[in-house]
Each structure stands twice: as C-alpha cells, then as structure tokens.
C-alpha cells in the first residue's frame, strides 16, 4: 500500500484547499511545497474575494456566479482574515456608459444568493466621505459589495486546518522528481536531505510552475497549454481614511484597485502583461508603475508617483490558454485536467483558478479523484478555518471580548491579534496580564508572545515569513529590528525542535 492516497505538488491556495478539503474526507495526503506556504502567486493577489465585476462583460457568468456565491461562504469560513468592503465605481466620461455599470451591478446584485453582503446602490459623492479624495470632476457613483481577505493567511490557515485533519504538510521541501507505476514514487528534497514517498494519485498545483513540474519532476509535458500572465502591485502612503475601497477604470478598458492596506497604506493594482522572466523574483516594471500611477492619477486629487513607492510585488497566474491574444481576456476560470493511463497511477493537473473559487476548485478536484478511493462527502461549505468559529458578522464583538480579557491591549493592537487569528489570540495571550507579560517588541505591536506562537504552530522559519506573509510588519520595519526579529527565531526554533 502506498504511504499517502493523495500526494500534492505546491502549497499555493490550490494545494491547500485541496489537502484540506480530502484530509476531511478521510484521504491520507501529503502536500510538499518548496518554500514557504503561499510564497508563490497566492500571496501576491489583489486581496479580493469578489465575482470579478469586469469578468461579466466576457461573458463568464459560471465564473462570477460561482464567485459570487463563494464571497459569503468564505466569509463565514474565516471572518477573521476575511472581511466585507465596499467599493466605489465613480463613472468617468468616454468609458463605460453609467448605465452600463448600472446595469452591471444589477446582474453582479442578483446572480448568486446574498444575506450578509448589502446590495449596490447609488452614492452622491459631493456629501460622502468616499468622495472627498476623488478629483471634483466626480460628483456621483455606484458603490457596491465584495471581500477583503488577506490571502497570505487565509493559505496558511488553510493548511493549518489541513494538517490538523491529520494531512502530512512538508514545507521547505520540493519535489524533484518522480516516478510512475501503479502508485507514485515522490524523490523530495527537504532543505538538502533526500526523502521518499509514494502516493496514488499526484495533483500538480505548482501554480506558475505547473509546466517546470510538468516537464522537469513529472518528465511528462503538460496535456493543455498554460498562459503565463503576470500582475502587479503597488503600495504608497494611505490616500483615504475610510475603509472602502476603488474600482477605477483605465483608457485601455481595464480596471484598477485602489485599497485600503495594511492600516497606514493604499494598495494600487493590477496590471495584466504575458509573462517572461524568472519565477523566483518576478518584479513591476517601471512601465507598470507608470501604468498604475496613470490611472489612479485620473480620479485622486493628491497625485501617486513612483518615487513613492512603499513596496510593490508581482504575482503570475498559470491560466489555461483558451487564445485569447489580449493577456487581460484569457479565462480566469480553473481547468483540472486529469490523466489517466491504464496500469498507471492517475495525475491531476490544476490551471489558473482564484482565491475566491479555491474551495469550489478542490471540490471539483474530489469529484475527479474520488473515483479511485471511498471518501466523505463533501464538507468545507459550512466549516470554520482555525480562529474562524465566531459569527461572520461577529468581529467587532469578538475584539471587544479581547480587550474586555486583556485590558492592557491598545484597540489598533486587539483589532490586529484578532484579525489575524480570530478566536486562537487566546493561544497568544494566555493569561498575560499586561504587555511585559508578553515578551520583547520586536517591531511595531508584534511581541516575542506572538512570535512564539507562530514558530511553533504557523511554520515560520525566517524574518521573511512573518513580515510578508504571516503580517505585513515588513512595510514598517527597520533593518536591526529584522536581524532582531531573525535572531529570536532562530533561538525559538532551537526550543521548539528540542
Ligand atoms: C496579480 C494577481 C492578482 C490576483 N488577484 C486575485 C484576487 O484579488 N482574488 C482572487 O480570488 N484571485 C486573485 N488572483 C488569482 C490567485 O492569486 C491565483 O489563482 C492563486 O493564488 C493561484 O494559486 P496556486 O495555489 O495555484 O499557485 P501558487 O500560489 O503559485 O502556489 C504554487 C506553489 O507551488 C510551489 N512549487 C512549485 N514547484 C514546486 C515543486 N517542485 N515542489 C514543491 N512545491 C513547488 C511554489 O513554491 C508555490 O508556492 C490574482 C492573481 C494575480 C497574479
């Protein structure tokens, strides 16, 4: 018998969603990911569990349909890293008529079920505090409804939760090569030790690797072609106070975010552009900085320019290539394509695909895999991620409760903790009964308590990690506080692994 029923290739939101959803099904499965979790193109998104307004106008209504299905089943899922927002679509002369957008978001309003998320409606930005950073030129617009999440988390969460339904998850490990027979022979390289497993079924989820995995690791060419594209973002000092969010569009038909980050910032993106280059570093050009500090320009009073940037990432979707020639019009839908060879073990290879529709994706994967094992039924609709088991219309109270319990918590601070790790901040806090209680600041409100805690339970190995994708300190950091902030890891991870 082999040693997993189920093996995975990447630990993006794919990966997973889908370790956790067969784990729960009573699979036994490995994930292997060669860096750390979400370190690929699911923490370099835009942020948004949403229906993709602009994806109604290629006519992908099972894409937004799902999505928007999907936006009120992860925010009662994890209501602590994901949350509601509203955005603001001001009409601009020479684009899209308003009654197009009008109409629009009537069709976004009805195509999937609704409770929690209020419907679009009509705002006059002249008495409005969403209108008072855009130019004067905007006197009204159409607000409407999607989610915020934080999608570094919502990746680790998501393995957290699979690897407490008993899921093997090996970060730090790639697969470098396999061989096929009835089951699946895995050679992995674990920061330089060689390791062996065998599996049933393997599932490429390697995200934009998909075709080196297919090529290099599986010796077997991807069966459809792949389209590279890549987005970027960018990040500048905070342009608005409210928590809502922009959607703006550019000359060139596409659409521009513009969000609130990270408390103190304003995230602005995407840009869609075939990608070449390396997948380990991949950056926003200066022409895309440009591009996205044109568009904004067009609707904030106070101007975005490039010398200002905070931060800015690029991220690159492996979409299955329907030939489409302009990169923004290839299908953002997911393809699993599975092979399935007589005498041979099956090999499932996941394309493109969204944060949002991550639990529909690894729902439909189980529908092609669960031909080859007994499993449950499905289960991921109505469960909670860890942290995730209060109402979705429960945070404020529940950061109330944490500052009803540890007093000593700022509100900025308790609002943070419990964003990040909704009802598990207990696990952080324990019995502290005041801020020494929780151990050195080690930059900005994180404490050596919190540090801990994401040593030994969040697979945090470097600065890296939690800076980036476990939180953004990184966007405040100075360079001591990192070499402190490695430091005590590396004296943390001593205690843990002894
Ligand atoms: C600019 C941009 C904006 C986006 N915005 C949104 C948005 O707002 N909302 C939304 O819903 N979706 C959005 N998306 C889409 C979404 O981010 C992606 O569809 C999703 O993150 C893809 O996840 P993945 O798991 O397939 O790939 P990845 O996250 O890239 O994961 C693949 C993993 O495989 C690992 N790997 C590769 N080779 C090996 C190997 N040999 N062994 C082990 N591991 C390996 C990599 O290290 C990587 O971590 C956006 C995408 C982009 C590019």
């Known amino acids: 018998m082999p040693d997993f029923d189920l093996a995975i290739i990447g630990g993006g939101i794919n990966g997973t969603g889908l370790a956790r959803d067969a784990a729960g099904r009573g699979l036994r499965v490995l994930l292997v990911e ?8 699911s923490s370099a998104s835009s942020k948004l569990i949403h229906g993709g307004l602009r994806y109604l106008e290629k006519y992908a209504f099972r894409l937004v349909r799902e999505a928007l299905g999907e936006r009120e089943v992860l925010l009662r899922m994890a209501p602590h890293v994901i949350r509601p927002m509203r955005f603001m679509l001001p009409p601009m002369p020479g684009m899209r008529a308003p009654l197009l957008l009008r109409l629009g978001l009537f069709i976004y309003d009805r195509l999937a079920p609704r409770q929690l998320l209020p419907p679009s409606r009509t705002v006059d930005l002249t008495h409005n505090p969403i209108g008072q950073p855009l130019q004067r030129l905007f006197r009204y617009g159409f607000e409407y409804s999607d989610c915020w999440v934080d999608d570094a988390r919502l990746v680790l969460l998501t393995a957290m939760d699979a690897k407490e339904r008993g899921a093997d998850i090996r970060i730090h490990t790639r697969c470098v090569r396999v061989e096929r027979g009835a089951n699946w022979e895995l050679v992995l390289n674990r920061r330089g030790r060689r390791e062996v497993a065998t599996a049933r079924v393997l599932v490429n989820a390697a995200g934009p690797w998909i ?13 459809a072609p792949v389209r590279l594209i890549k987005g970027s973002h960018i990040v500048v000092r905070r342009r608005f106070e409210h928590d809502c969010g922009y959607i703006f569009q550019a000359p060139d038909g596409r659409v521009v975010f513009a969000l609130p980050f990270a408390d103190e910032f304003t995230l602005i993106g995407t840009t869609d552009e075939n990608f070449v280059g390396d997948l380990k570093s991949p950056a926003p050009s200066p022409a895309e900085v440009t591009y996205l500090c044109d568009v904004v320009n067009q609707y904030f009073r106070e101007r975005v320019t490039p010398d200002e940037l905070v931060w800015s990432f690029s991220g690159v979707r492996a979409l299955y290539d329907d030939g489409s020639k302009r990169p923004e019009d ?9 092979d399935q060879k007589k005498d041979l073990a099956p090999l499932l290879t996941v394309y493109g695909g969204k944060i949002t529709t991550h639990r529909k994706l690894a729902e439909a994967a189980m529908d092609k895999i669960g031909v080859f094992f007994k499993t449950l039924p499905p289960w991921t609709a109505g469960s909670s991620l860890p942290g995730g088991d209060f109402p979705a219309d429960g945070f404020y109270a529940l950061v109330g409760e944490t500052i009803g319990r540890w007093p000593f918590l700022s509100e900025p601070h308790a609002r943070r903790l419990v964003r990040a790790y909704g009802t598990r901040v207990e696990r952080i806090l324990g ?14 409100d994180l404490t050596g308590a919190e540090l801990r805690y994401l040593v030994e339970h969040e697979w945090v190995e470097t600065a890296e990690d939690v800076l980036y994708r476990r939180g953004k300190f990184g966007l405040k950091t100075t360079p001591d506080e990192r070499i402190a902030i490695n430091q005590f890891i590396v004296s943390l991870s001593g205690q843990v692994a002894s």
Request: charged letters at 25%.
């Open 34 to 41: 060669s860096n750390d979790l979400g370190s690929g193109t």
């Open 330 to 338: 290839v299908t953002r839908d997911y393809e699993l394509v599975l």
């Open 211 to 223: 075709g080196e995995v297919a090529e290099t690791v599986i010796r077997q060419p991807l069966k």
């Open 431 to 444: 019995d502290a009964q005041s801020m020494d209680d929780l151990g050195p600041r080690l930059t900005g």
